[in-house]
């Protein structure tokens, strides 16, 4: 059996909000092993804050957040005050 078919049969044993888990680890293991994206590394440009937190896996991460919390007004009143 190989580690994919391995991966497969244990993580069906799962709930689905513990294989959703197993989906964002593998997804930031994804994202700490590839390269800066070439935006940030074109002409020695810094990386901008979305690149680090994609790289860091930080994006998506939330569980049961609104869809359009970073663009629904309501959900940025009484931000940085």
Request: glycine share 6%; hydrophobic share 35%.
């Amino acid at each position: 059996m190989t580690i994919l078919e391995q991966i497969h049969l244990h993580t069906q044993r799962l709930p689905p909000n513990i294989q959703r888990e197993v989906l964002d680890f593998i997804e930031f293991l994804e994202t700490r092993h590839t390269q800066s994206s070439p935006s940030a590394s074109h002409a020695g440009a810094p990386a901008s804050c979305l690149e680090l937190a994609q790289n860091g896996g930080l994006v998506g991460c939330l569980q049961d957040a609104p869809a359009d919390l970073s663009t629904n007004p309501r959900h940025l009143q009484d931000y940085g005050v």
